[in-house]
């Protein structure tokens, strides 16, 4: 396979069953029951025969929902996922703690890093983007004892000052919350929001269908003024 042709759609979850309390009303939005997060995860392993296509599985915000609910459903289809926390809440109540982290790592998963405490990012003067991003890797490397080498921009906000303090990490890659499909090889990758809206008829077409040009052209320009603003 040619990995510089080889497309991804890269999936993000952020929990599984019931949301907890600390989840506000909108990010409750983006939860998946139980029963749909299965469907999903069935539809992902066909998919996955495909050639030169595969689907990456990741989760924001470190619910503990990741490893009491989704692990045990990606290790029963033998997917992997990657796990991007923030720092400031691992071992918060009803989030994953160094126990959880070392779990989810011992089974395959991917740890990467969601930030410090969930801000946004191009609101933050220079120390506290620092705090963001080197503080926040430094501290999930420790949870982890394994080095951080992807990103997950909270709230999918960037511009070009948050993508050159980001460029002077470690980072193999950088994730955003803009639609569309990604590269393998590409260091700035586009993902997909999973919501609770979905039902199987919606992750048919997302898995096996392409999006038409007019909307593919429509998220290129998009990202393109999120990079160059």
Known sequence: MDLKTEQELVLVLHGVGTPHDGVSGIESLFWLSRWAFSGLLEA?????????FRTVITFDDGNMSDVTIALPELVKLDLKAI??????RIGAPKYLDRVALAELIAA??????HGMNHRDWRKLTGAELDSEVLDARLRIEDACAKPVTKAAIPFGSYDRR???????????????????????QQWLKTRTAADRTWENAQIERLLFSDASLMTRLYRNTARLYKILR
């Open 83 to 88: 796990f991007f926390v923030c720092a400031a």
């Open 44 to 52: 992902i392993a066909a998919k996955q025969q495909i050639a030169n």
């Open 108 to 113: 395959g998963m991917e740890i990467g890093t």
């Open 162 to 184: 948050v993508l050159q303090r980001l460029r002077r990490e470690p980072f193999k890659c950088v994730y955003t919350s803009d639609r569309g499909m990604a590269k393998s």
